[in-house]
C-alpha cells in the first residue's frame, strides 16, 4: 500500500510536536513526586534558575506571598534529625488544619496512590509497621540533598495559601525542566515548630508546606510508578445556558 501523508514512512524522522503547547505536556506528564533521591547537591545556579521561573506565578494583587527557607548540605541533615526525632512523639500542630476527612472519590484515590506505593515498594496491605516505616521517610526527606519549606503571610489567610499552592506547582514544573525531582510534602507541615527553630522562620510565617528535590534514583522501586488522573467528565462540568 503506497504510504500517505498521514502515515510516515519507516524511514522518516519522527516529527516534531508543533503544538503550541507541546513543551508545556512534556514537563506535566514527565513531573512526578519522587520518594527517593541521589546524594548529588544541586548547583546553586540550578536552583536559582528554579526559583526565578517559579517566581512568575500569578497571586492574589501581586502580593507574591510567598517566602522559601531551602536547607542544603549540613542544614538538610540537621533538620531530617530534628523532624524524625519529633515524628517519634505523639501530636501534631500544623500552622492551617489538615483535611478534616477523605470521602467518597478522595478517599479513593487517595487509597489507590497509596496502595500504588506500598506495592512498588514491597509493603503488604495491612502491615501497619510497615506503613508506618514508609511514612517516616517523609521526615528522612527521602534522602533529597535540599528541601525548601513555604510559607505565607499570617495576615493573608487561606488565600495567601493558594497563591503559595501555585507556587509549589510551578516550582516543582521549573524543577522538572531542569532536571531535577521534587515531592511536595504536607508532612513537614505537621511540625512547624521544628521548622521554625531549625531554618530560623519567623514567628509571623504560616508553614504551607515543604518541597525536597535532587535528583531522581531512578532505580528505586519508589520511583517506579505513576499515578493517574480523573478523567474530564469526572471534575468539570459546562453550563451552556
Ligand atoms: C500540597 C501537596 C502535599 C503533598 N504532601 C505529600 C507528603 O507529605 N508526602 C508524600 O509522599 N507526598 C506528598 N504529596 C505528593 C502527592 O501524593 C502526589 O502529588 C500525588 O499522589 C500525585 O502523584 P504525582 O505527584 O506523582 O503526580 C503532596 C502533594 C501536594 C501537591
Redesign the pocket.
Known sequence: MPHTAAQPRPQDPPQADTRPDAALETWLLA???C?AFLPDPVPRATVERILELAQRTASWCNCQPWQVAIAEGAATDRLRGALLRRAEQAGFTPDFPFPREYQGEYLARRRE?GFQLYGAVGVARGDREAYRRQEMR?FQLFDAPHVAIITTDEALGEYGAIDC?GY?ANFMLAAQANGVAT??????AMYPEVLREVLGIPAGRRVV?GISFGYADTSHPANSY??RRAEQAETVSWVTD
Open positions: 513531573r512526578h513526586s520518594r496512590s517523609n499552592g509549589v515531592v511536595a510534602q504536607a508532612s513537614l508546606c505513576r499515578t
